[in-house]
């Protein structure tokens, strides 16, 4: 029999309202002493005053009574929501602790949800990651993660492999029959498609962590075109100077910029240009270093100049796979500016950094642009590291299978191999004896989670 764990679950401060969750054997007492709902009716939202231990009422309460087996935890659980004064949230604290319950740790409650098996560590995973999710992809993925997607997907895996472990051990049961030698070419195919699967779990793995890293967008362009004007506007408040002075950036600035579905790091450069000053020519020298380094590369031009003949030879050097977008900016002016001159790009977008206009069409292609090679639509599932480091033992505790095959090895030891195997798959979803680990991870969660 479990203790019964109780915390707030929302943030602490002032709030509208903050939600307080126990779990565990006392429960059911606690909504009949305090709330006064001796026989509650399950996930029935009941409106009741909070009576402490000494029959103060400290709140009106929303109480729900989730029963055994159908709540989160798989225990007796009650969510409830008072009003969000940090007084009154502390006072209904203390009084359920005095009650006979304690605080739960951070995670524990998606602790006792696995250990109960109502969700795998997968799931509990995907719960941490949803709430700390830093864009929408991320959301998105955390949420298939929680509906099952890739836990079902392991299931399938372990059921494969359980099937190509029972044609070895009917190798084995069946010695005498020719068919075994034959079969042996059949099931190395399919340990094949097995591995080359796994395999495309490792490539699942880099887009994930593509969309975790802020990929470096790159504002260059000659001085006064309009770099840090758009910086600001990018951010929606002003970070850094801008003025008609041209070489007004000297040192690059760089900001988090969460778009839509994605994040990155937005950085405004110095002006490119060949100067005396020492200062401004450092900052150049620094932007060159950074055109090798960014993912994307926004050209700001003033469209209302003709275009600056030595941006040429600035872009020379980049790769010929270099992601480029032209801003074509001051369009409030009349323009001047001569696309034939440009150098290859990914799309030219109009704006005026200035009035703000186009610069929706601008985040938009961004976001394109930088989204495009990993095919995030694609993903179904999300591969996290711990994920990723169990695949890639996996993977190649598969290779050992095909070369054991191929090199005609006794099917009883091709047999432990596969046991390993399915060892690995089974660390993903519910790995055995691994206290410490679940302890470092629930860790991580917040408390009331
Ligand atoms: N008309 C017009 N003026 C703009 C626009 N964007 C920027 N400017 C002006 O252009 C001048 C230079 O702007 P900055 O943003 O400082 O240019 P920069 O590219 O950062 O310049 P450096 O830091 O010197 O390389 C300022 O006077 C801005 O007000 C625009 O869309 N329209
Ligand atoms: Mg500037």
């Given at each position: 029999?479990?203790?019964?764990?109780?915390?707030?679950?929302?943030?602490?401060?002032?709030?509208?309202?903050?939600?307080?969750?126990?779990?565990?054997?006392?429960?059911?007492?606690?909504?009949?002493?305090?709330?006064?709902?001796?026989?509650?009716?399950?996930?029935?939202?009941?409106?009741?005053?909070?009576?402490?231990?000494?029959?103060?009422?400290?709140?009106?309460?929303?109480?729900?009574?989730?029963?055994?087996?159908?709540?989160?935890?798989?225990?007796?659980?009650?969510?409830?929501?008072?009003?969000?004064?940090?007084?009154?949230?502390?006072?209904?604290?203390?009084?359920?602790?005095?009650?006979?319950?304690?605080?739960?740790?951070?995670?524990?409650?998606?602790?006792?949800?696995?250990?109960?098996?109502?969700?795998?560590?997968?799931?509990?995973?995907?719960?941490?990651?949803?709430?700390?999710?830093?864009?929408?992809?991320?959301?998105?993925?955390a949420q298939k993660n929680l509906e099952g997607n890739l836990s079902s997907i392991i299931k399938n895996l372990q059921s494969n492999l359980i099937t190509i472990q029972a044609k070895f051990e009917a190798f084995i049961d069946f010695p005498e029959d020719d068919i075994g030698k034959e079969n042996h070419s059949e099931t190395l195919s399919l340990v094949k498609e097995f591995q080359s699967y796994i395999f495309s779990l490792l490539e699942a793995y880099k887009k994930r962590e593509t969309l975790d890293s802020h990929l470096k967008v790159l504002l260059v362009g000659a001085p006064n075109a309009g770099k840090s004007t758009l910086f600001n506007s990018l951010l929606g408040y002003d970070r850094t100077i801008v003025s008609d002075v041209a070489g007004t950036t000297r040192d690059y600035i760089s900001k988090t910029l969460v778009l839509e579905k994605t994040n990155i790091e937005?950085?405004?450069?110095?002006?490119?240009?060949?100067?005396?000053?020492?200062?401004?020519s450092i900052g150049v020298k620094n932007t060159n270093e950074l055109l090798s380094q960014a993912e994307l590369i926004v050209l700001v031009i003033d469209a209302s100049l003709p275009y600056p003949t030595f941006l040429k030879t600035n872009l020379k050097g980049l790769s010929s796979d270099a992601k480029i977008i032209i801003a074509e900016n001051k369009s409030d002016l009349p323009k001047v500016v001569n696309k034939k001159d440009y150098t290859k790009n990914d799309g030219i977008i109009a704006i005026s950094a200035k009035n703000k206009s186009g610069i929706n069409n601008l985040t938009k292609r961004i976001e394109e642009v930088i989204t495009h090679d990993c095919n995030i639509s694609d993903l179904d599932f999300s591969i996290n590291i711990r994920h990723q480091q169990i695949i890639s033992k996996l993977n190649t505790q598969l290779i050992g299978v095909i070369d054991m095959i191929a090199s005609k090895e006794d099917d009883i030891i091709i047999i432990q191999q596969i046991k390993q195997c399915l060892d690995s798959l089974g660390e993903l979803t519910r790995p055995t004896d691994n206290e410490d680990m679940l302890d470092s991870l629930f860790k991580n969660f917040c408390i009331g989670k």
């Open positions: 029999m479990s203790d019964t764990i109780v915390a707030v679950a929302t943030p602490a401060g002032e709030s509208a309202l903050s939600l307080i969750r126990i779990s565990g054997t006392l429960a059911l007492s606690i909504m009949n002493s305090a709330l006064s709902i001796p026989c509650p009716t399950p996930r029935h939202a009941y409106v009741r005053h909070y009576n402490s231990v000494e029959n103060e009422i400290l709140d009106q309460v929303v109480c729900i009574y989730y029963e055994i087996d159908k709540s989160f935890t798989g225990e007796e659980m009650i969510e409830i929501s008072c009003h969000g004064n940090p007084i009154i949230v502390h006072h209904i604290l203390s009084d359920i602790i005095e009650r006979g319950t304690r605080l739960a740790e951070p995670g524990e409650f998606t602790k006792r949800a696995y250990l109960n098996e109502k969700i795998d560590l997968v799931q509990a995973e995907s719960i941490s990651e949803l709430i700390s999710a830093k864009n929408k992809i991320l959301v998105n993925l937005l950085i405004d450069t110095a002006g490119l240009r060949s100067t005396n000053d020492s200062t401004e």
